[in-house]
């Protein structure tokens, strides 16, 4: 009779096996109870809180789970990280696959040299346990090595995958302004930042993580079956295995929430993430408002979603941690003792006492082999927990990937619906098409033909745009505020897309843009002022520091050099630089790229009008065309034609004269 048949003959451990599987129903049932009653909370306290940012109306919650979906999504990410059968990677997931198949033969010896050591210890033979030790120690560098040695290939695996990965991202971001696209036209993403650095590292680290985790567990099954089967038979391993499938179809039901539930705590981490970059931007802007407290409200609010959520996953990770254990370990241990125990309590086994040493090695040798099946096939149960988390970071990473392919495709998603005033219903605002326009390139021409001036809302500001700029007509834009100036040049730069008509104009390096609050970069001096260039790239165009120097006489910020220490002074230029000497860095930098036609918005708002009248005289000297938005008076002078726009849908395009300039002025 075996050991499991007389466990349940006896009274006492039915009852006790009895009162353990009720108190494993009742923890689990009283942890679904629990999340069930947060969430409902959580769920309540959203749909009332009408301080909550980025929820989308209408929006369609995606399951998350190990399915079809799940595999089709990593296999398309897999193709990235792993290019060819030849790459670095798949080297390093050999190394780690040999790693592991050395570290389960060393496991094995140890069991073997460990019970012969203990049994010349229990006989007394003094000669066994030297050379048994004597073994012992020649194996520790090896069995050392080899532990290194497969940590060293994860770590490197990791590694290699998220650069992998990330190149081929940024790539893809950085490429035809996707990364504007993504934060101005498209609002699936509003936390690329956190898709692009966090979750890419956590879904390299899950999948190494996963792949060393099950690999060894696998190889650990294969070779102690086959050395069980040898010592007690294959009815041991069998059962051992059986219990693997239930075990592992029982919790993977009981997982399924897990990937939602990862999705769910990178986005509340990404929109936390993205609340306090927001305050960091604004932070003097809101220091101005004296906002201080209302921003801590958003954040809080922020916060607490977070936290709402992580507190219903510890719960959910108590409750299937709990199951984990009792299943995937300690009844899987029982299991084992009962396998184990199968040839040792026959009737016909019993042998002489001379022999009971022999029977107490065979039996410790199958005993430890036996623990090490077993604890490999808890470590397959539990690799379901890996695999759900896995899938949650597998979605949001492929998430980016497809948001990224549209926009590079010219294809992007935006809530587009208004709400009517009279009748208080939704109504559509727009039935152009993004993108359904043409762009011609043609060089010292900028020509507007019938082309709509729409936001990416769907906001019409001109119904139909039409006028002609040819190299060296210079044009004043002029209009109150919102009437689509920054629109127009938003759709001249190509950062909006085209909604219908034909615009001719140069190639994107032909045109220069220079906003009132120009950009300063990371680098020297010379770096702001040749930036987007390198300084491979100004030696290219055999530019030299001299000619730099003459840039900087003519804006009047030749004192730069003997101030901040030469070219290749290195500052916190957005600090260092006074407005009004970043204003004419932005100028000096439009003198050395000599475009062929130059967008300045506001760009001298800060700057001296003797100043300002020099470098529009350059500009005229070395043929820039420009395009000025500018309040100032003083200005009209300069330009040949203005583009005034009324904000309520008109526009004329007219030249300038005497009467014209007194009217500007």
Known sequence: MSAFSKFLQNPLMRRNAIMLASSMVFAYWSSMKIINYRNRRLAKHQKSDSSVLFKKKNEKKEKVAVDKHFFRNLKRLLKIIIPNWFSAEVGYLILVAVSLIARTYADVFMIMIGTSIESSIISGNLNNLIGHLAKYVSAMPFISLINNLLKYGIDELKLRFRTRMTKFLYSKYLRNLTYYKMNNLDNRIANADQLLTQDVERFCNSFTELYSNLSKPILDVGIYSVKLTAAIGAQGPAMMLGYLFVSGVFLTMLRKPVAQMTVKEQHNEGEFR???????????????????????????????????????????????????????????????????????????????????????????????????????????????????????????????????????????????????????????????????????????????????????????????????????????????????????????GELWPLFGGTVTKPEKGKLFYIPQKPYMTIGSLRDQVIYPDTVDDMKHKHIKDADLVKLLDIVKLSYLLEREGGWNSVQDWIDVLSGGEKQRIAMARLFYHKPQFAILDECTSAVSVDVEGNMYEFCKSVGITLFTVSHRKSLWKYHEYYLRMDGQGSFEYLPIDKDTEEFGS
């Open 274 to 492: 993205h609340m306090n970059a927001r305050l960091i931007t604004n932070s003097e802007e809101v220091a101005f408002y004296q906002g201080h407290k209302r921003e801590e409200i958003n954040l809080m609010s922020s916060y607490n979603r977070l936290e709402n959520h992580l507190r219903n996953f510890i719960t959910f990770r108590f409750s299937m941690g709990f199951i984990d254990n009792i299943v995937a370990k300690y009844f899987a241990t029982f299991i084992g003792y009962n396998v184990v125990s199968m040839p040792f309590m026959k009737n016909d086994n019993h042998l002489a006492k001379e022999n009971y040493n022999i029977r107490l090695e065979n039996y410790y040798r199958s005993g430890r082999m036996l623990v090490k099946l077993a604890e490999a096939l808890g470590r397959i149960s539990l690799a379901g927990r890996e695999m759900t988390r896995l899938a949650g970071f597998t979605e949001r990473v492929t998430q980016i990937i497809s948001v990224i392919d549209d926009l590079n495709r010219g294809q992007y998603k935006r809530t587009m619906v208004k709400h009517d005033n009279e009748s208080g219903k939704v109504a559509q605002t727009v039935e152009l098409k993004p993108n359904s326009g043409e762009i011609i390139y043609q060089d010292n021409i900028i020509r507007f033909e019938k082309v709509p001036l729409m936001t990416p809302n769907g906001d019409v500001l001109i119904k139909e745009l039409s006028f002609e700029v040819r190299s060296g007509v210079n044009v004043l834009v002029c209009g109150p505020n919102g009437c689509g100036k920054s629109s127009l040049f938003r759709t001249l």
